[in-house]
């Protein structure tokens, strides 16, 4: 099974919207041959940073976040409208995580106003930039569980959580 590294925004912009004005100019991005859109998630790809080969990229709502979960239920990622899943065409170790970091960094430098997460096989918060408080990363990074929040909150957005 493959691994992902995931890049969550805290935008409100339109899927389409991000990557159009986003995505496409700052990564030099095209659609996959044979891949069309699907609702509201498109494939696209782009050339590594800097690395030989090619980054496959999802850009789509983020359909992993909970709208009131209770609080032993929160994740870092629910309170990001938009996930792009970001992938390496070739597996060799430790490159795509490379790569994806290098696509978040150079996403929080086009965008330093918009909240983001960089999250490790939607396990793992790898990073964090929130706007006016900068850019985190952990060396070991805790899970985007609750039991893990402790460490990650003062990082990221934060959601409502269902207290009833």
Same mark, same amino acid.
Do not use: C
């Given at each position: 099974m493959?691994?992902? *590294?995931?890049?969550f +925004?805290?935008?409100?912009?339109? %899927?389409?919207? %991000? +990557?159009?004005?986003w995505? %496409?100019?700052?990564?030099?991005?095209?659609s996959v041959?044979d891949e069309?859109?699907?609702?509201?998630?498109?494939?696209?790809?782009?050339? #590594?940073? @800097?690395? =030989?080969?090619? +980054?496959?990229f999802?850009?789509?709502?983020?359909?992993y976040?909970a709208? #009131?979960?209770?609080? !032993?239920?929160?994740? /870092?990622f !629910? #309170?990001y409208?938009l996930?792009? /899943? %970001?992938?390496?065409g070739?597996?060799?170790?430790?490159?795509?995580?490379?790569?994806?970091?290098l696509?978040f960094?150079?996403?929080? *430098?086009a965008?330093? =106003?918009?909240?983001?997460?960089?999250?490790h096989?939607?396990?793992?918060?790898v990073?964090?930039?929130?706007?006016?408080?900068?850019?985190?990363y952990?060396?070991e990074p805790?899970?985007? @569980? #609750?039991?893990d929040?402790?460490?990650? &909150?003062?990082?990221v &957005?934060s959601?409502?959580?269902?207290?009833?």
């Amino acid at each position: 099974m493959s691994t992902v *590294e995931s890049i969550f +925004l805290g935008t409100d912009l339109p %899927v389409q919207q %991000v +990557l159009d004005d986003w995505l %496409v100019p700052l990564f030099g991005l095209e659609s996959v041959p044979d891949e069309p859109p699907e609702g509201e998630e498109f494939y696209v790809r782009g050339r #590594a940073i @800097d690395a =030989d080969g090619w +980054l496959g990229f999802v850009v789509r709502p983020n359909g992993y976040a909970a709208v #009131a979960p209770e609080p !032993d239920d929160v994740q /870092a990622f !629910d #309170a990001y409208p938009l996930e792009i /899943a %970001v992938r390496y065409g070739a597996r060799i170790e430790g490159v795509q995580e490379q790569q994806a970091r290098l696509v978040f960094e150079k996403l929080v *430098e086009a965008r330093p =106003d918009v909240p983001m997460l960089l999250v490790h096989d939607l396990d793992r918060l790898v990073g964090a930039h929130l706007p006016g408080g900068g850019t985190q990363y952990w060396p070991e990074p805790p899970t985007v @569980d #609750a039991p893990d929040q402790d460490k990650w &909150r003062s990082w990221v &957005r934060s959601v409502p959580t269902d207290r009833t």
